[in-house]
């Protein structure tokens, strides 16, 4: 696990950030893209997920944002 302080000014900036930094590291095998979450720094338990993280009949997790509305596709097709 690895803690990366950043300033945002709402949580939708920081799931965009989030959202960036994780696909730029999703080529290196030690990084789970899709367990990716924000929280607050004074409420670290509170955490807000990055991705959809439905495991697909491939076995690849979907790629796109959390709560999305359209149907589920692999992080490799996006």
Known sequence: MIHLPVAVTDLAGALDLA???AR???STPQVDVGGTTVSAED???VR???FCDRIMPDRL???LPADHPASCRPAGDL
Request: hydrophobic content about 40%; proline content about 0%.
């Open 61 to 63: 997790r979907c790629g």
């Open 19 to 21: 959202r960036t930094l």
């Open 48 to 50: 807000h997920w990055v």
């Open 43 to 45: 409420a670290q338990h």
């Open 24 to 26: 730029s590291l999703a």
